[in-house]
T-cell receptor, first 115, second 113 residues
Framework: GAVVSQHPSRVICKSGTSVKIECRSLDFQATTMFWYRQFPKQSLMLMATSNEGSKATYEQGVEKDKFLINHASLTLSTLTVTSAHPEDSSFYIC???????????FGDGTRLSIL | EDKVVQSPLSLVVHEGDTVTLNCSYEVTNFRSLLWYKQEKKAPTFLFMLTSSGIEKKSGRLSSILDKKELFSILNITATQTGDSAVYLCAVMNYGGSQGNLIFGKGTKLSVKP
């Protein structure tokens, strides 16, 4: 149980392109979903937290107009990196959680490369 | 400032060895401590610990929490090459960003044949 699917796993695109990443909880209802960014050899950095049907809460320093998050249903959240530039290249990981006292389960991540 | 500190940062052992990974924390409004294993992709959940002194076990892996000393350990017995990964410790607190996780930097474990 507790499977989280993230798609796509790899994106390579030109600077200025907008990229959409999907995160789905396959066998449970995700009240809350989280989006992280991970740089090489570093730990996960929380970008934003979203509850179904509400606006996302962004961490300090994360541009909400740059990283658009939608959590329209209990099983799907999307992260759109708008007008991506090379400095946005990174490993993006989503996680999902049911109730507040349950662990977060992670998707497989999306490696984004902006040329 | 909330923080989670893992040690050692990296560890090289041989198959069959037993290893102990450490995690200490200073976090306000502690709720639970979680261990994850990260190989090439995203972290996979291992354990969630909420109460002190109760060991959680899964096969060759076990973990325990000491809420008085603000410390947890993850033990792996009879290590195998497939145990090679980064092991992440994370603490969940009440409040803040709706109970988000505060991660340590991880312990990179390499198991040699």
């Amino acid at each position: 149980g507790a499977v989280v699917s993230q798609h796509p796993s790899r994106v390579i695109c030109k600077s200025g392109t907008s990229v959409k990443i999907e995160c789905r909880s396959l066998d449970f209802q995700a009240t809350t979903m989280f989006w992280y960014r991970q740089f090489p050899k570093q730990s996960l950095m929380l970008m934003a937290t979203s509850n179904e049907g509400s606006k996302a809460t962004y961490e300090q320093g994360v541009e909400k107009d740059k990283f658009l998050i939608n959590h329209a249903s209990l099983t799907l959240s999307t992260l759109t990196v708008t007008s991506a530039h090379p400095e946005d290249s990174s490993f993006y990981i989503c996680s999902a959680r049911g109730q507040a006292d349950q662990p977060q389960h992670f998707g497989d991540g999306t490696r984004l490369s902006i040329l | 400032e909330d923080k989670v500190v893992q040690s050692p940062l990296s560890l090289v052992v041989h198959e069959g060895d037993t290893v102990t990974l450490n995690c200490s924390y200073e976090v306000t409004n502690f709720r639970s401590l979680l261990w994850y294993k990260q190989e090439k992709k995203a972290p996979t959940f291992l354990f969630m610990l909420t109460s002190s002194g109760i060991e959680k076990k899964s096969g060759r892996l076990s973990s325990i929490l000491d809420k008085k000393e603000l410390f947890s350990i993850l033990n792996i017995t009879a290590t195998q090459t497939g145990d090679s990964a980064v092991y992440l410790c994370a603490v969940m607190n009440y409040g803040g960003s709706q109970g988000n996780l505060i991660f340590g930097k991880g312990t990179k474990l390499s198991v040699k044949p």
